[in-house]
């Protein structure tokens, strides 16, 4: 089991825990090298860097950015950025001024199917409203006894062709990999395991990735097999991408991988932190 682990969440976006608690609870379980990656947000930084130097673990500055591709909505993580940096933090604060149109979206249409308050309800678990999205929901459909579980609700509300989906236009990858890179970071496709595409798609996803700026890609994901697993060495291997390790933790006891517990990535992979260590981007 790895001690890296560049990929988790915090109440600043869809986590449930503080940034202090998350990263406490990584250090916990022997992490070295943390990252918080909150969805299109950098408001929980500087608390997580403080708390990683008491705990005396090593911390990079992180975000989760929405893009939208083609028909795809895909993640890109961004490392070792400065979270100040005007471009990025614009493009940010674009990217969440839609999020509450989008959850009321959500709302109405959940409606139609018999299930009320959505909106309410999902604001009640979200503090920051201008956060709010698709797991906040899924926590206030579970919290409310309409479903067991949030990976369920996902399966039968949330996600494309069902009843409480509502799509959106995110940032472009340009913008997303531009943003990241201005900001002195290094721009990772997230979790590609969980995209719904072929190797075809997959192939021209990577080379406008790239393109743009782009250089690594999550290898080790809580949402990876172990098959996935080499899948993705091998793809970094061979488009000549850095690796990345990340648990993509929200909350105990919503499944996956528990925060600062990554699989080892395989020996043929290049660590993206490596490179951030010889850049000076991360924090003691």
Known sequence: MATVDLHFHSLFSDGALSPAEV????????????ALTDHDCTAGLAEAAATARECGVAFLNGVEISVSWGKHTVHIVGLGIDPDHDALAAGLQGIRDGRINRARAMAESLARVGIEGAFEGA?????????????????????SGHVKDVRSVFRKYLTPGKPGYVPHEWASLADAV?????AGGIAVIAHPGRYDMGRTLTERLIFDFKDAGGEAIEVASGSH?????HKYALIAQRYDLLASAGSDFHAPGEGGRDVGRTDDLPPICRPVWQRLLENGRVLA
């Open 23 to 34: 990263i406490r609870r990584g250090a916990e379980r022997g992490a070295t090298l943390l």
């Open 178 to 182: 531009g943003w990241i890179c201005s």
């Open 225 to 229: 097999s172990l098959d996935d697993l």
């Open 123 to 143: 604001s009640a678990l979200c503090d920051n409203l201008e956060m709010i999205g698709r797991t906040h929901v899924a926590r206030y459909l579970v919290s």
